[in-house]
């Protein structure tokens, strides 16, 4: 006991001392008035503008959404009362199943607790159930999918990122009788960059290989109907498994796959992370449902997001500020130490009332530490106008401290 709690103790003081400490800043959420929320400060509650939220769309504040999960909670009750083999299956269950079916064009679906738990869960599931499978993986795929992948006996390979004439080699070289998967994802969170997922697929035909991609960053905002980044680009049928969260731009809770019936009813049968968790709360499935319907149709509320984005980044650009090019809605700032990383967000929030979380490791590699910025469409512009100058001015009185 005492050897461990040294060990807690000394690795605690190595990441404080690395500025890699994190502290959570309690923020309570006004669902009529986000990206408006209120912090304490003194005892006092104040303003302020939130510009790291996943709830890309506003959805968790919509009342479509909340009328979904208000009529699921006083009709079904607060929680689901067992797995979904042992009576936590309801008829909101199979209906969002469905419905996450059709939006990605497979047979089934399946949910999960989390977005983490689907892509680890399905992951280990698929790569334990032959012998000998080859699981080629891009660099910067997300921790739930490394855990997955670490969670099986594959041979793993690590592509550069978004490599294709790397990611072609390695799977030239790997046995031609093998079995292989393909694991990436479409928008990266932290770049803001897209993979070329067509390219990917072309490179998987000819190598005989399965894909898995992970749409949790673009779920809701990419495509007619908010397939994703595979809708978008009309790939989404040449695709093996598709991975999503609702927890993001559906603004409420837990993850996804989606694929051919038998691939479903495979994991489905033997993922430990599926089979022994209590299933979703009627609420959750009820505001994701009705906020999955939703945004099938709101092609309005995805015209809004980019329009917005791409007023932030000419904005940020016009100004000067280091702003990581971007193909997608997510708006990394680069700060490129942690110390710094964490001075400039503690000062937005203390002197203008902006919120943005601090990145650094190992979140991202050291050395390219940044803020995320995440706008959506009800950010107006005279917030980000107000955000831009509290940076330039954070920026410069920085500059002089150094000088």
């Not at 594959?154 to 390695?170: G, P």
Request: proline share 5%; with cysteine.
């Amino acid at each position: 006991m005492h050897a461990f709690l040294d060990h807690c103790r000394s690795q605690l003081a190595e990441i404080r001392l690395q500025g890699r400490y994190r502290h959570f800043t309690p923020l309570r959420r006004e669902a009529t008035r986000f990206p408006v929320y209120t912090i304490l400060r003194n005892g006092e509650p104040r303003d302020i503008t939130v510009w790291s939220s996943n709830d890309y769309l506003a959805m968790g504040v919509d009342p479509v959404t909340i009328g979904g999960a208000r009529d699921a909670l006083e009709n079904l009750g607060a929680g689901a009362g067992g797995t979904r083999n042992i009576g936590g299956t309801s008829p909101l269950h199979d209906a969002l199943e469905a419905e996450l079916a059709g939006l990605h064009g497979k047979d089934a679906a399946l949910l999960f607790s989390s977005g983490f738990v689907s892509n680890q869960a399905s992951l280990t599931a698929i790569l334990r159930s032959l012998p000998d499978w080859h699981v080629f993986s891009d660099a910067k795929n997300h921790a739930s999918m490394i855990a997955g992948i670490k969670g099986s006996p594959a041979t793993v390979h690590i592509f550069r990122h978004n490599d294709l004439a790397h990611l072609a080699a390695l799977l030239a070289a790997a046995p031609g009788d093998a079995p292989k998967l393909i694991a990436f994802e479409s928008v990266y969170s932290m770049d803001a960059d897209i993979a070329p997922i067509g390219a990917i697929c072309d490179l998987a035909d000819r190598h005989g290989a399965l894909t898995y991609l992970d749409e949790v960053h673009a779920v809701g905002m990419y495509g007619a109907h908010g397939g994703g980044v595979s809708e978008r680009d009309g790939v989404a049928h040449r695709l093996t498994v598709i991975e999503g969260t609702l927890a993001k731009a559906f603004g409420c809770h837990g993850g996804y796959i989606a694929a051919e019936a038998t691939i479903i009813d495979y994991i489905r049968s033997t993922a430990p992370g599926f089979i022994f968790t209590t299933a979703l709360p009627p609420a959750v499935v009820g505001g994701a449902l009705a906020s999955v319907r939703h945004l099938t149709r709101d092609t309005g509320r995805r015209e809004a997001l980019f329009r917005q984005v791409g007023l932030l980044k000419r904005k940020l650009d016009a100004a000067g500020l280091p702003r990581l090019p971007s193909e997608s809605h997510i708006v990394p700032v680069m700060i490129r130490d942690a110390d710094l990383c964490r001075e400039v967000s503690r000062l937005l929030l203390e002197r203008h009332g902006h919120y943005a979380t601090p990145i650094n490791y190992p979140t991202v590699p050291r050395g390219t530490e940044r803020l995320r910025l995440t706008p959506t469409p009800l950010h107006t512009e005279a917030m980000m106008d107000d955000l831009v100058a509290a940076l330039v001015d954070i920026f410069a009185s920085m500059e002089e401290r150094a000088a």
